[in-house]
Protein backbone atom coordinates (compact mmCIF):
# COMPACT_ATOMS: atom_id res chain seq x y z
CA UNK A 1 0.00 0.00 0.00
CA UNK A 2 1.07 3.37 -0.89
CA UNK A 3 2.01 5.64 2.19
CA UNK A 4 1.12 9.33 2.82
CA UNK A 5 3.89 11.54 4.49
CA UNK A 6 4.57 15.30 4.37
CA UNK A 7 7.17 16.03 2.66
CA UNK A 8 9.00 19.95 0.84
CA UNK A 9 8.43 20.40 -2.88
CA UNK A 10 9.46 22.78 -4.55
CA UNK A 11 6.42 24.01 -7.15
CA UNK A 12 7.89 26.69 -9.58
CA UNK A 13 11.10 28.22 -10.96
CA UNK A 14 11.88 31.04 -7.76
CA UNK A 15 9.11 29.99 -5.76
CA UNK A 16 9.07 29.52 -1.87
CA UNK A 17 9.34 25.90 -1.10
CA UNK A 18 5.63 24.16 0.43
CA UNK A 19 4.79 21.52 2.57
CA UNK A 20 2.71 19.04 0.71
CA UNK A 21 1.25 15.62 1.03
CA UNK A 22 3.49 13.22 -0.56
CA UNK A 23 2.62 9.60 -2.10
CA UNK A 24 5.20 7.02 -1.36
CA UNK A 25 4.43 3.98 -3.68
CA UNK A 26 5.06 0.54 -2.09
CA UNK A 27 9.10 -0.41 -3.00
CA UNK A 28 9.38 -2.39 -6.50
CA UNK A 29 12.28 -4.71 -7.54
CA UNK A 30 15.29 -3.44 -6.42
CA UNK A 31 13.80 -0.52 -4.39
CA UNK A 32 13.28 0.67 -0.94
CA UNK A 33 11.93 3.37 0.93
CA UNK A 34 13.27 4.67 3.83
CA UNK A 35 11.70 6.68 6.70
CA UNK A 36 13.99 10.23 7.33
CA UNK A 37 15.71 10.90 10.03
CA UNK A 38 17.65 13.95 9.59
CA UNK A 39 18.15 15.78 5.93
CA UNK A 40 21.24 18.68 5.71
CA UNK A 41 19.97 21.58 3.63
CA UNK A 42 22.47 21.93 0.51
CA UNK A 43 23.21 24.97 -1.85
CA UNK A 44 21.78 22.29 -4.48
CA UNK A 45 18.52 21.90 -3.28
CA UNK A 46 18.72 26.02 -3.65
CA UNK A 47 19.48 25.60 -7.20
CA UNK A 48 16.53 23.08 -8.01
CA UNK A 49 14.08 25.61 -6.41
CA UNK A 50 15.41 28.88 -8.45
CA UNK A 51 15.27 26.36 -11.70
CA UNK A 52 19.13 26.16 -11.79
CA UNK A 53 19.72 22.82 -12.69
CA UNK A 54 16.34 21.76 -14.84
CA UNK A 55 12.77 22.81 -15.29
CA UNK A 56 11.11 19.19 -14.15
CA UNK A 57 8.94 21.27 -11.35
CA UNK A 58 7.51 19.89 -9.09
CA UNK A 59 10.85 19.05 -6.73
CA UNK A 60 10.69 16.69 -4.10
CA UNK A 61 13.80 18.57 -2.22
CA UNK A 62 16.74 17.24 0.49
CA UNK A 63 19.15 15.26 -0.15
CA UNK A 64 21.62 14.74 2.47
CA UNK A 65 20.36 12.07 4.27
CA UNK A 66 20.27 9.29 6.91
CA UNK A 67 17.36 7.17 8.07
CA UNK A 68 16.05 3.93 8.32
CA UNK A 69 15.36 1.35 6.29
CA UNK A 70 11.07 1.11 6.13
CA UNK A 71 10.38 -1.63 3.44
CA UNK A 72 12.92 -3.39 0.19
CA UNK A 73 11.06 -4.66 -2.74
CA UNK A 74 12.46 -7.62 -4.62
CA UNK A 75 15.58 -8.89 -4.97
CA UNK A 76 17.34 -6.48 -2.60
CA UNK A 77 19.66 -8.47 -0.17
CA UNK A 78 22.43 -5.64 0.95
CA UNK A 79 19.74 -3.77 3.41
CA UNK A 80 16.93 -4.89 5.07
CA UNK A 81 13.80 -2.91 7.20
CA UNK A 82 15.35 -1.71 10.44
CA UNK A 83 18.88 -0.86 9.25
CA UNK A 84 20.07 2.41 9.75
CA UNK A 85 21.63 3.62 5.83
CA UNK A 86 22.83 6.86 4.54
CA UNK A 87 21.33 7.70 1.22
CA UNK A 88 23.62 8.70 -1.80
CA UNK A 89 23.39 9.65 -4.94
CA UNK A 90 25.86 7.90 -6.99
CA UNK A 91 24.38 4.15 -6.48
CA UNK A 92 27.33 2.44 -9.15
CA UNK A 93 26.06 0.45 -11.78
CA UNK A 94 29.19 -2.35 -11.55
CA UNK A 95 28.57 -2.98 -15.41
CA UNK A 96 29.79 0.31 -17.37
CA UNK A 97 32.99 0.92 -19.30
CA UNK A 98 34.30 3.07 -15.87
CA UNK A 99 33.19 0.18 -13.21
CA UNK A 100 34.72 -2.54 -15.42
CA UNK A 101 38.02 -0.61 -15.68
CA UNK A 102 37.53 -0.43 -11.76
CA UNK A 103 36.82 3.38 -11.73
CA UNK A 104 33.52 3.27 -10.51
CA UNK A 105 33.77 6.33 -8.81
CA UNK A 106 33.27 7.97 -13.02
CA UNK A 107 30.62 5.54 -13.21
CA UNK A 108 28.08 6.84 -16.10
CA UNK A 109 24.96 4.48 -15.43
CA UNK A 110 24.00 6.12 -11.51
CA UNK A 111 20.47 3.89 -10.43
CA UNK A 112 17.56 5.59 -8.87
CA UNK A 113 14.05 4.41 -8.16
CA UNK A 114 12.61 2.83 -11.34
CA UNK A 115 8.64 4.57 -10.14
CA UNK A 116 7.85 7.76 -9.04
CA UNK A 117 6.46 9.68 -5.79
CA UNK A 118 3.20 11.70 -6.29
CA UNK A 119 1.98 14.22 -5.40
CA UNK A 120 -2.01 13.43 -4.12
CA UNK A 121 -3.31 14.58 -7.82
CA UNK A 122 -1.21 12.30 -9.30
CA UNK A 123 0.98 15.18 -10.09
CA UNK A 124 4.94 12.99 -10.19
CA UNK A 125 7.68 14.62 -8.42
CA UNK A 126 11.11 14.81 -9.65
CA UNK A 127 13.45 14.11 -6.41
CA UNK A 128 16.27 15.99 -6.17
CA UNK A 129 19.63 13.76 -7.08
CA UNK A 130 17.46 11.24 -6.96
CA UNK A 131 17.04 11.41 -3.59
CA UNK A 132 13.97 13.51 -1.97
CA UNK A 133 14.58 13.20 1.24
CA UNK A 134 12.57 16.47 3.20
CA UNK A 135 10.36 13.97 3.67
CA UNK A 136 8.86 11.89 6.33
CA UNK A 137 10.07 8.61 4.03
CA UNK A 138 11.33 8.82 0.54
CA UNK A 139 11.61 5.74 -2.09
CA UNK A 140 15.19 5.09 -4.03
CA UNK A 141 17.20 2.48 -5.70
CA UNK A 142 18.37 0.41 -2.87
CA UNK A 143 21.71 1.05 -4.08
CA UNK A 144 21.73 4.06 -2.65
CA UNK A 145 21.28 3.05 0.88
CA UNK A 146 24.74 2.35 2.59
CA UNK A 147 24.19 0.57 5.97
CA UNK A 148 26.49 2.26 8.76
CA UNK A 149 26.73 1.88 12.18
CA UNK A 150 23.36 3.12 14.44
CA UNK A 151 25.10 4.27 17.24
CA UNK A 152 25.96 7.36 15.08
CA UNK A 153 23.36 10.13 15.62
CA UNK A 154 21.24 10.67 12.14
CA UNK A 155 22.09 14.43 11.74
CA UNK A 156 26.11 14.03 11.78
CA UNK A 157 25.50 10.82 9.44
CA UNK A 158 23.32 12.49 6.82
CA UNK A 159 25.96 15.03 5.85
CA UNK A 160 28.08 12.17 4.60
CA UNK A 161 25.39 11.85 1.89
CA UNK A 162 26.77 15.22 -0.12
CA UNK A 163 28.83 18.10 0.86
CA UNK A 164 30.89 17.06 3.66
CA UNK A 165 31.92 13.65 1.91
CA UNK A 166 32.78 16.24 -0.98
CA UNK A 167 35.30 18.05 0.77
CA UNK A 168 36.72 14.90 2.60
CA UNK A 169 36.96 13.05 -0.40
CA UNK A 170 38.53 15.70 -2.73
CA UNK A 171 41.77 15.56 -0.29
CA UNK A 172 41.51 11.83 0.88
CA UNK A 173 40.47 10.76 -2.84
CA UNK A 174 41.25 13.17 -5.67
CA UNK A 175 44.28 14.88 -4.09
CA UNK A 176 45.94 11.52 -2.42
CA UNK A 177 46.47 13.91 0.65
CA UNK A 178 49.40 11.95 2.25
CA UNK A 179 51.14 12.03 5.94
CA UNK A 180 53.72 15.11 5.83
CA UNK A 181 51.99 16.82 2.59
CA UNK A 182 51.31 20.24 2.73
CA UNK A 183 47.53 21.25 1.59
CA UNK A 184 46.05 24.56 0.97
CA UNK A 185 42.30 24.98 0.99
CA UNK A 186 41.11 27.86 -0.45
CA UNK A 187 37.31 28.98 0.46
CA UNK A 188 36.65 27.76 3.86
CA UNK A 189 32.26 26.92 3.57
CA UNK A 190 31.20 23.93 4.48
CA UNK A 191 33.17 22.22 1.68
CA UNK A 192 36.66 23.25 2.04
CA UNK A 193 36.25 22.61 6.27
CA UNK A 194 35.86 19.42 5.08
CA UNK A 195 38.72 19.45 2.96
CA UNK A 196 41.08 20.50 6.07
CA UNK A 197 39.15 17.67 8.43
CA UNK A 198 40.21 14.90 5.54
CA UNK A 199 43.79 16.60 4.93
CA UNK A 200 44.34 16.50 8.79
CA UNK A 201 42.74 12.88 9.15
CA UNK A 202 44.99 12.07 5.92
CA UNK A 203 48.04 13.29 7.78
CA UNK A 204 48.69 16.27 6.47
CA UNK A 205 51.72 18.27 8.04
CA UNK A 206 51.12 21.72 7.19
CA UNK A 207 46.94 22.63 6.20
CA UNK A 208 46.82 26.37 5.02
CA UNK A 209 43.16 27.63 5.18
CA UNK A 210 42.42 30.67 2.76
CA UNK A 211 39.30 32.76 2.86
CA UNK A 212 37.87 36.23 2.66
CA UNK A 213 36.27 36.01 5.69
CA UNK A 214 38.01 36.11 8.89
CA UNK A 215 35.04 34.25 10.80
CA UNK A 216 35.41 31.72 8.49
CA UNK A 217 39.09 31.35 9.22
CA UNK A 218 38.91 30.99 12.82
CA UNK A 219 36.57 28.37 12.19
CA UNK A 220 39.14 27.16 9.88
CA UNK A 221 41.52 26.97 12.37
CA UNK A 222 39.35 25.63 15.56
CA UNK A 223 38.78 22.57 12.39
CA UNK A 224 42.56 21.36 12.13
CA UNK A 225 43.60 24.24 9.76
CA UNK A 226 47.59 25.03 11.10
CA UNK A 227 47.47 28.52 9.13
CA UNK A 228 45.14 31.18 8.21
CA UNK A 229 45.29 33.59 4.80
CA UNK A 230 43.35 36.47 4.47
CA UNK A 231 43.02 36.94 0.95
CA UNK A 232 41.69 40.76 1.30
CA UNK A 233 44.60 41.19 3.31
CA UNK A 234 47.25 38.66 1.96
CA UNK A 235 48.58 37.74 -1.60
CA UNK A 236 47.64 33.71 -1.32
CA UNK A 237 49.85 32.63 -3.91
CA UNK A 238 52.57 34.38 -2.29
CA UNK A 239 51.69 33.41 1.13
CA UNK A 240 51.47 30.06 0.61
CA UNK A 241 54.78 29.55 -0.89
CA UNK A 242 56.46 31.74 1.97
CA UNK A 243 54.72 28.99 4.20
CA UNK A 244 55.98 26.12 2.39
CA UNK A 245 59.62 26.68 1.86
CA UNK A 246 59.41 28.97 -1.47
CA UNK A 247 57.45 25.66 -3.70
CA UNK A 248 53.94 25.57 -3.26
CA UNK A 249 51.63 23.15 -1.49
CA UNK A 250 51.62 19.36 -2.48
CA UNK A 251 47.91 19.65 -2.83
CA UNK A 252 45.96 22.84 -3.11
CA UNK A 253 41.98 22.26 -3.06
CA UNK A 254 40.33 24.87 -4.32
CA UNK A 255 36.53 24.79 -2.72
CA UNK A 256 35.08 28.08 -3.89
CA UNK A 257 34.28 27.55 -8.12
CA UNK A 258 35.51 30.76 -9.50
CA UNK A 259 38.18 31.31 -11.59
CA UNK A 260 40.36 33.68 -9.93
CA UNK A 261 40.44 31.47 -6.75
CA UNK A 262 41.07 28.46 -9.43
CA UNK A 263 43.99 30.57 -10.83
CA UNK A 264 45.43 31.08 -6.83
CA UNK A 265 44.90 27.55 -6.82
CA UNK A 266 47.29 26.81 -9.79
CA UNK A 267 50.26 29.08 -8.89
CA UNK A 268 49.92 28.29 -5.20
CA UNK A 269 51.20 24.14 -5.99
CA UNK A 270 54.49 22.89 -5.73
CA UNK A 271 55.85 22.22 -9.25
CA UNK A 272 54.87 18.41 -9.19
CA UNK A 273 52.41 19.63 -6.59
CA UNK A 274 47.99 18.40 -7.54
CA UNK A 275 45.43 20.73 -7.72
CA UNK A 276 42.14 19.83 -6.50
CA UNK A 277 38.94 21.57 -7.84
CA UNK A 278 35.30 20.80 -5.87
CA UNK A 279 33.89 24.47 -5.95
CA UNK A 280 31.15 24.27 -8.74
CA UNK A 281 31.65 27.00 -11.70
CA UNK A 282 28.85 28.37 -13.58
CA UNK A 283 28.60 27.96 -17.33
CA UNK A 284 29.79 31.40 -18.12
CA UNK A 285 33.24 30.84 -16.15
CA UNK A 286 36.09 31.01 -18.24
CA UNK A 287 40.18 30.72 -16.99
CA UNK A 288 42.88 31.93 -19.08
CA UNK A 289 46.49 30.53 -18.14
CA UNK A 290 49.47 30.69 -20.02
CA UNK A 291 49.79 27.33 -21.78
CA UNK A 292 53.46 27.28 -21.03
CA UNK A 293 52.49 27.34 -17.29
CA UNK A 294 50.30 24.23 -18.08
CA UNK A 295 53.19 22.23 -19.21
CA UNK A 296 56.45 23.38 -17.25
CA UNK A 297 54.49 22.98 -13.78
CA UNK A 298 54.17 19.49 -14.18
CA UNK A 299 51.98 18.05 -11.96
CA UNK A 300 48.42 17.26 -11.96
CA UNK A 301 45.00 19.26 -12.48
CA UNK A 302 41.96 17.52 -11.17
CA UNK A 303 38.23 17.89 -10.40
CA UNK A 304 36.63 15.96 -8.12
CA UNK A 305 33.16 15.26 -8.27
CA UNK A 306 31.12 14.43 -5.16
CA UNK A 307 34.83 13.69 -3.48
CA UNK A 308 35.36 10.74 -5.67
CA UNK A 309 33.58 8.96 -3.17
CA UNK A 310 32.11 5.24 -3.02
CA UNK A 311 29.23 5.11 -0.55
CA UNK A 312 30.09 1.37 0.40
CA UNK A 313 33.85 2.08 0.70
CA UNK A 314 33.77 5.45 2.44
CA UNK A 315 30.60 6.01 4.42
CA UNK A 316 31.15 3.26 7.30
CA UNK A 317 34.76 4.43 7.35
CA UNK A 318 33.64 8.01 7.92
CA UNK A 319 31.15 7.18 10.57
CA UNK A 320 33.73 4.62 12.30
CA UNK A 321 36.40 7.64 12.12
CA UNK A 322 33.39 9.87 13.95
CA UNK A 323 32.68 7.31 16.47
CA UNK A 324 36.11 7.02 17.66
CA UNK A 325 35.84 11.01 18.22
CA UNK A 326 38.71 11.07 15.36
CA UNK A 327 36.31 12.85 12.94
CA UNK A 328 34.19 15.55 14.20
CA UNK A 329 30.92 15.39 11.93
CA UNK A 330 28.73 17.10 14.58
CA UNK A 331 31.02 20.61 14.10
CA UNK A 332 29.07 21.18 10.56
CA UNK A 333 25.69 20.94 12.07
CA UNK A 334 25.13 25.29 12.93
CA UNK A 335 21.72 23.78 13.54
CA UNK A 336 18.72 21.53 12.93
CA UNK A 337 15.01 22.77 12.04
CA UNK A 338 12.05 21.33 11.75
CA UNK A 339 10.67 19.98 8.17
CA UNK A 340 8.72 23.06 7.67
CA UNK A 341 11.86 25.89 8.29
CA UNK A 342 13.73 24.72 5.25
CA UNK A 343 12.48 28.09 3.52
CA UNK A 344 14.55 29.70 6.11
CA UNK A 345 17.12 27.92 6.29
CA UNK A 346 18.00 29.24 2.79
CA UNK A 347 17.66 32.87 3.53
CA UNK A 348 20.55 31.87 6.30
CA UNK A 349 22.70 30.24 3.16
CA UNK A 350 22.51 33.33 1.69
CA UNK A 351 23.16 35.23 4.73
CA UNK A 352 26.63 32.84 4.81
CA UNK A 353 26.70 32.52 8.43
CA UNK A 354 25.64 28.31 8.33
CA UNK A 355 27.59 25.68 7.76
CA UNK A 356 24.65 23.13 7.43
CA UNK A 357 21.18 23.51 8.78
CA UNK A 358 19.67 20.20 9.29
CA UNK A 359 15.75 19.27 9.36
CA UNK A 360 15.35 16.50 11.93
CA UNK A 361 12.62 14.67 11.54
N1 LIG B 1 38.68 33.72 -2.01
C1 LIG B 1 38.64 32.89 -0.93
N2 LIG B 1 37.50 32.45 -0.39
C2 LIG B 1 36.36 32.86 -0.94
C3 LIG B 1 36.31 33.72 -2.05
C4 LIG B 1 37.55 34.16 -2.60
N3 LIG B 1 37.60 34.98 -3.65
N4 LIG B 1 35.01 33.95 -2.37
C5 LIG B 1 34.26 33.26 -1.47
N5 LIG B 1 35.08 32.61 -0.60
C6 LIG B 1 34.71 31.76 0.53
C7 LIG B 1 33.52 32.23 1.32
O1 LIG B 1 33.86 33.22 2.27
C8 LIG B 1 33.07 30.94 1.98
O2 LIG B 1 33.71 30.72 3.22
O3 LIG B 1 34.35 30.49 0.05
C9 LIG B 1 33.50 29.86 0.99
C10 LIG B 1 32.32 29.22 0.24
O4 LIG B 1 31.58 28.54 1.16
P1 LIG B 1 30.02 28.22 1.04
O5 LIG B 1 29.34 29.33 0.32
O6 LIG B 1 29.57 27.83 2.39
O7 LIG B 1 29.98 26.98 0.06
P2 LIG B 1 30.28 25.44 0.33
O8 LIG B 1 29.05 24.74 0.76
O9 LIG B 1 31.51 25.26 1.14
O10 LIG B 1 30.59 24.98 -1.17
C11 LIG B 1 31.71 25.52 -1.85
O11 LIG B 1 31.76 23.72 -3.41
O12 LIG B 1 30.28 21.98 -3.71
C12 LIG B 1 30.67 23.24 -4.14
O13 LIG B 1 28.63 24.19 -5.00
C13 LIG B 1 29.58 24.27 -3.98
O14 LIG B 1 30.73 25.79 -5.36
C14 LIG B 1 30.39 25.51 -4.02
C15 LIG B 1 31.67 25.13 -3.29
ZN1 LIG C 1 28.99 1.76 -13.82
ZN1 LIG D 1 24.32 18.61 -1.99
Given amino acids: MAQHVRG ?30 ACGVCHTDLHYREGGINDDFPFLLGHEAAGVVDRIGEGVT ?19 RACLRGRPQYCFNTHNAKQKMTLEDGTELSPALGIGAFAEKTLVAAGQCTKVDPAASAEVAGL ?24 AVIGCGGVGDAAIMGSRLAGAAKIIAVDISGAKLEKALEL ?70 VFGRGGSLKSSWYGDCLPS ?28 DVEKAFERMHAGDVLRSVVVL
Avoid at 245 to 253: E, L, P, R, S, Y
Avoid at 332 to 337: A, C, G, L, Y
Wanted: a negative charge; proline letters at 7%; one cysteine or more.
Fill in 160 to 183: LGCGVMAGIGAAINTGGVGRGDSV
Fill in 8 to 37: IVAPGRGAPVEVRTIVVPDPGPGEAVVRIQ
Fill in 78 to 96: DIAPGDFVILNWRAVCGNC
Fill in 313 to 340: RDFPMLIDLHLQGRLDLGAFVTETIALE
Fill in 224 to 293: GATHAINSTIDDPVEKIRELTGGNGADVVIEAVGRPETYEQAFYARDLAGTVVLVGVPTPDMKIELPLLD
